[in-house]
């Protein structure tokens, strides 16, 4: 046997829309066709997160007897998606599970007034020793300003900072999340920490006029810079002449070589042989062409 008022899944919630009043913005929905028999019965859980972050991390609220709901703290110059889920309440005799969930509804909240101050700053308690702190900064400012965690353990203790702080770039959104861990030592149900945010101040002095140029020296520093380097570019030319010089000085001269000179002294003198050899058979050749005296007298 079926107890039907026991296994009761309403259907997801609908017309889920985002409502601006005086800055204030209010969630409001109407429950799915269908589901109007269940009458005041249907409680409805609603959570909301900023679009880059994930549902494990969303705020979440459980309200009855309503369909509209207050979004509070939220974190100027973002970007929201909410859904709804609805549940018949044990409390009217009903049991089941949720429904499914809603579709998503996105809005955006807008830019604070003081946009380069630090937002969202949350703090955790691990239950044991540590007290975990995290806040949002522009992403633009982090190379100009630096911020730091301040904390009191109590009202009457003197001021101390968290150190270190760590940095971790967000997702598709110009800023990024600065957290700190503050170590907790007296731990009670009384315990209140004191914790804010703020610029710390610079440790670094800085005096203008030895690091800022004055305006009325450019016009004298520029021809001195120009005629400086035409004055190195001319040394450079001189000196790379020089060692061109020297390397050139460097390179043998074939025409004062002895290797070379005793090789044409050798051609010079074979060619004088050659010719002389010629000469001389040239010559005899004309001697023996020539009727020779002392054959005629013996005839």
Known sequence: MLHLHLLVQPLPPQNLEVQNSSGDFFLTWTAAEGSQGLGNALEYEVTFKREWESWEKDASRLLSNTTRCHLSHLVPGSRYVARVRARAQQAKGFSGPFS??????????PEGQEPIQPRNLRCLFNGVNLLMCSWEVKKVITTSVIFGLFFRATPASAEEECSPVYE???????????????PVSNISSQS?????????AEEKLIEAYKNILSPLLLPVMLPVLIITLLIIASLSYKYFLRRKKLWEEKIPNPSKSLLIQSYLEKVNLGNWVTNSQLDFKYNLAEKM????FLQVVDR
């Open 192 to 200: 209140r920490y004191h914790v804010s945010v703020r610029t710390k």
């Open 100 to 109: 499914e969930w809603s579709t998503d509804v996105s809005w955006e909240t």
């Open 289 to 292: 062409d020539q009727p020779s």
């Open 168 to 182: 971790k770039a967000l997702p598709h959104i110009p800023y990024v999340v600065q957290s700190c861990t503050i």
